[in-house]
Every structure is written in C-alpha cells, then in structure tokens.
C-alpha cells in the first residue's frame, strides 16, 4: 500500500528520530513550554466542569453509535446536504480525494486557493498534489502559514507550531515571507500584524477556499470547522467556491449531538471554554457566502480500521490533542519523531490502525503505556490496550528472529519450577555486567546501572524458613 | 478482617529474582498483622513483559490461575502485575479464542490485590505499626495511578508510619520512564523521562524513593546509582515491614 502523507518516513524508525529530537535542547525547551501551557489550562477547565466523566461517556457513546451505523448516517448527511445544494463526492483513498479537489478548481479556473487549517488535507498529502498541477495553495491558519513559509511539517494536530518560538518564527517570516517588513521584530503583537496584512491581501482575492471539518452533522447535512483566529471563517465566508474535505468518522447524528463535543473539544484542545469561532454551514445558502459548495466523504483507511474490533474507537477521536500534551513521550520528542501527519499517542495508534501495522511497526512501541493519554481522552479512547493490541499484530506482522528467540527463551524458563530456579541461579552473573552489559542490555547500562543481583533468590529463602 | 481465609503471595518474577527483600517485607508485615501468606512455588510471572512486547503468552495466564485458583486471595507487592492480571489475564486469552481460560482469568483477577489494596480494603487497616525515622519521598508509579486507580492508599500508609519525614516529590504523576521493555527499544526518550525524574527526586532531599513497584525502582534507582545521588530505593512494603527494632534502611 502506498501509505502517502499518512507516513513520511520510511517505515517510521521512531527510536532514531526520537534520538535526534531529544538531543535537540532548542526543541526540548519550546515542546516542553507550550505542551505544560496548554496541560495546566484544561485541568483548571476540567476540574470546574463537574460532569467531565459524563461529558466523556456521551461523546464516547454518540461516536460509538457513529461508527455501528455509519452506512446509514453517511447516506442520511449525504441526502441532507445534496438537499441544501451541496455536491457530495466519495473518495476512496487520498489519491481520489485530491484528483476530484484538483478537478474541481480546475473547473473554476482559478489557480490560488486558500486553505483552513486541516488535519485531513495534511494526511492527503492535498497541497503537494495542487502544486504538482499548478495550483498554490495557501495556508491560512497561522501556525499552518509558519510552517508552509519554512518548508516544515506540523508537529501537532491543534498547534502545528509548537516546536517553534518566536524567535524563530520572525527568522521564518523575514527569509520566506515577501510582504514582511524589514524591521519585524519577535514580538508576538507583531508577529500576528505581519501574518494579518499578509493574510488579508490573500483573503480578498482568492476566489476558492479549502476546508476539512471538525463535525459533519447527519441530521442537516451541514459541517461545522471550531477555530480560535478567524482566519478559518474569512476562508468559510469570502470565496465563492468551498470544498470541504471529511474523514467518513467525522459524523455525528443530529445537531443538538454538538451540545457535548463543543464542551469535550475546547477545554481538552485549547483550554478555552469555547472556541473562539464555531463556523456550521450547510450546503449554500443563496445570496451569502460561497454559491458552489462541495463536500468529499474521505475513507482512506477508516473502513480498514473499523474492521478492527479493538481498535476501531480511535475512530471516535475529535483531534484535540490532549493525549500529545500530556505524553511524556511526546513532551521530549515533538511530533516529527512519529515520522507521521498523526503524532504522538493518538498516531502511534490511528497511524498502524489507517494504513497497516505492517507498514508502521514501530508506532505501536513509541509509549511507556503510563496511561496519561486515556485518563484525558474527552471519548475515553483506551489508548493503552490498542497499543499493546497492536504489538501484537506488529509482532505477527512483521518477525524478529532475535528477539522472538529471547521472549521464546524467557517464556520457556517461566514455564515450569525447575525451568525456573535454574534460570534464578543464572541471574546470578548479572552482576558481571551491572555497570556495562552487552547488547541489547547495553542500551540499559549506557544510561542505568543494572540492579546487584541478590545471594539467594526469594524462592530459596521461602523454602529454607 | 477476614479470619481463615487462605492466602498467597504472589511475589512477581522481578521480586523472586533480583529484590528478595521486598518479598520477604511483604512476608514479615502480613504476619505481623495476623495474616499468614504461602508462596506457591509453581508461580513464574504474570506475562507483563512478554504481553507488552506484544508476544501474547496464555500459558503464562494459565500458569497463574493454575498455580492461585484454590486461594481466597492472592496480594502482590506490584501494582503493575496486579494491573496486568486484571486488565490484560482475560484478553490475552481472548486473543488465543480461549474463552474458558477467560473466563477463569477474570475470576482470578478478581481475586489478586495489589499490597496496599489488600492492606486497606481487605484487611481495613491503614496504620500497620511501622518505624523508619528517615526523609522518606513517594513515587506513585503509573499503573498505581491509573490502571489500578489506588488513588492515595499508600500515602495513608505511609503517614501513619512512626518517625517517618514524607516530602512531597514534585510531578509525581509523571511516568518515570521505564515502561518494561520500553527502556530498551526507546533508550533515549526513556532515559530523558528518567532524568527528569531523577531531578525532582534529588529535589525533594530525600534518603529514600518509595514505590510500589520495584520495577519502576530498578529503573530510577540505576540512575541514581550510576550518578551516585545517595539516594536508596525501597518498595513500600519494606518501609511498611520496618520497625524499631528492624529497619530495611
């Protein structure tokens, strides 16, 4: 399978790129500020919400009923929105989806699109494909814009940024951004006006916008987008052409389903009680905002997954967030090291889960398993048990002479009392290689001392009282 | 209390091997509170490592319930393999289409508490006569926090023990870094998780780390070893066995 933007990297070497970040003290310290921001504002926002667990069981069980009767919802959004004058397309896979989106502008003749930010068109690979057939896009979000001005890729699904200070940013906007005065400083306020003038001139003369959604609501047929700057609205309001690009999960039932996820989304994303902008459309409404509307219901993998009986609730998943700001893991690597569009512990599962675990086997083992992740999930994905479930598919998908050999050795000495005590006696020379042992225990000692092996095994004293 | 009820240790494959002191801790505390124990020698390990590595082993789980199934209750001294046997037992043998072996694992899952559960829940006692006057600082490991949800049941015991100078250790909730076989495949990010571990705990002034898991010890306490820190690692049930006569420290 032709794994596209879903992976970047060849067969995600976690453990190699993980290395590089963490050596990265610039990285370390910007990664580690903005998730310890952002973790500190939605506990103070969950600890105020006294019914978070219920929140969290309703927006679980909406998802769930989502996913049992897709079939159905997707066919009920589609007549909804076909109703209001939106054009329905299904696309298979990211190829599809970006050859109907690049015939679609090319119909309209325009060559300049602007782009709301997306996770769905990252995962699409959407802008590369415009470019190869001669239409720029332009990122519009502005951490989207930071990181299409420098040739990067996001690191996160809500702040693709992140790894970036201010610093920084200015270097970006004076080497890659034409219209950038010459006397920019790294002051935010001016920072964000040199993003606004750059912004706005795109606004006003682009004629043709591309979104994804955070919902698409079954009942009306309309999609909403959640941001917090505004520049996603000008994009949703200003063209006159909008095509929307929306993952088949996205779905929820009817409109008043929102009452829930728009509590769950931006205290777990932001850590704001309310997104700054909800933008819900549905289909065209004559006279006002865009008159040709377009909507493209995107599998790519998710029927894949689904058919996975353990995994298929990643499928519930909003894209706040909230796993990558608490992961210890992710905190020290950033999201490049996932080598993937879906970083941190919510890639390590949906990544395998969209494409194959055989196509990223590594993702599945990019966690301690501490379970931060699940304790925050506002649709109390069990990250923990998909990943250790995918191990296991990875470990079947992909063999391991060696280590097979060593987990086969390990388990044949558990097997039995004698088997046992033998192996208990062995253990004993551990002591040799306490300070330096031979490989793979070297990649424990570099860093640990090993612990001193003790003159008698428990069981042996057990037996002598 | 539950008097005559018939209980065994499950003292977990690290502890047998290479930490007798926590098992035989375990040992002396249950008996000095009126609760003998036995130690099945036909147990091995619970199958963490190998189910977290993603090798599903059902003879492991079959072992288990074999070796624990006449027992009334089965406390260990891991919070991470009483959370393996409860969350994972039955699922492993799922994966192996073993229903029956399922079936089974959950009963004896239902059964196996980790130390301070037995201690509180079973036994309904939070100050179990203990003395260790020293600068004691409690790491709550992860799967204490969120697989098994202990919640503050060690620190109840811990602040009943005589003498005792529990400090309060900065991010406690932070996983330490070790996750099993994690260590060894993710060295790097693993042992950054470590350091940072190894800062708040130099921090706090301690002479002693206490966990409830030896194996999150093993890992933190290499580090401190290996930068000779001066801090000595114990599992709470040596803290909680120690008293004026017998110190662990």
Known sequence: ?465 | MMHGMRVALFATCLIDALYPDAGKATVHLLERLDQPVEFPLEQTCCGQMHANSGYFQPSLVRRYIDTFTDYDAIVTPSASCAGAIRHQHAMIARAAQDDALAAAAQQTAGKTYELSQFLIDVLHTDDVGAYFPHRVTYHPTCHSLRMLQLGDRPLRLLKKVRGIDLVDLPNDQECCGFGGTFSIKNPDVSAAMLADKMESVIETGAEVLCAGDRSCLMHIGGGLERIRAGVKTLHLAEILASTDGETAH
């Open chain 1, 1 to 465: 399978m032709n794994t596209g933007e879903l992976i970047w990297t060849e067969d995600p070497p976690f453990p190699e790129n993980a290395k590089r970040a963490v050596d990265n003290s610039q990285l370390r310290r910007n990664v580690r500020n903005a998730t310890a921001t952002i973790r500190q504002r939605r506990a103070g926002l969950v600890a105020e919400t006294p019914d978070w667990q219920e929140l969290r069981k309703a927006g679980a069980a909406i998802k769930d009923d989502v996913l049992h009767h897709l079939d159905a919802y997707l066919e009920e959004f589609e007549r909804n929105a076909a109703n209001r004058r939106a054009t329905v397309h299904w696309a298979r896979d990211a190829a599809e989806a970006s050859q109907t989106i690049t015939d679609l502008i090319k119909k309209t003749g325009e060559t300049e699109v602007i782009k709301v930010k997306s996770m769905v068109t990252q995962e699409i690979g959407l802008v590369d494909a415009l470019q190869n057939a001669g239409i720029n896009a332009h990122e519009t979000d502005l951490a989207e814009l930071i990181v299409q001005l420098a040739h990067d890729r996001p690191s996160h699904i809500v702040v693709p940024a992140l790894h970036r200070n201010r610093a920084e940013i200015r270097r970006i906007f004076l080497d890659h951004m034409a219209d950038a005065p010459r006397d920019l400083t790294d002051d935010p306020h001016a920072l964000a006006e040199a993003a606004r003038l750059h912004l706005r001139r795109l606004f006003l003369r682009t004629k043709v916008a591309i979104s994804g959604a955070n919902f698409a609501i079954a009942e009306t047929g309309g999609l909403l987008v959640a941001e917090s700057e505004g520049n996603g609205r000008m994009c949703l309001t200003l063209p006159e052409t909008l095509i929307s690009v929306v993952g088949i999960e996205k779905l929820i039932p009817t409109f008043s389903d929102l009452e829930v996820f728009l509590q769950l989304l931006p205290r777990s994303a932001t850590g704001e009680r309310m997104n700054p902008y909800n933008s819900v459309w549905t289909g065209v409404t004559p006279g006002d905002g865009p008159q040709a509307v377009h909507i493209v219901l995107l599998d790519n993998g998710r029927t894949r997954a689904l058919a996975d009986a353990t995994g298929r609730q990643a499928l519930r998943c909003i894209r706040c967030a909230a796993c990558l700001n608490v992961c210890p893991v992710y905190e020290r690597t950033g999201g490049h090291a996932y080598g993937a569009t879906y970083p941190g512990p919510i890639g390590a599962i949906l990544t395998p889960l969209l494409v194959g675990v055989e196509h990223a086997p590594q993702l599945p083992f990019a966690s301690s398993l501490c379970g931060a992740c699940y304790e925050v999930c506002p649709v109390e994905i069990d990250i923990p048990t998909v990943l250790v479930k995918l191990r296991h598919d990875a470990v079947n998908a992909h063999r391991h002479r060696a280590e097979d050999a060593a987990f086969a050795t390990a388990a044949s000495a558990m097997s039995g009392r004698r088997r046992w005590s033998a192996a208990l006696k062995a253990a004993r020379l551990m002591r040799f290689v306490r300070h330096g042992a031979p490989p793979p225990l070297h990649r424990w000692t570099r860093t640990r001392d090993l612990p001193d092996p003790p003159g008698e095994p428990f069981r042996e004293w057990w037996r002598k009282r």
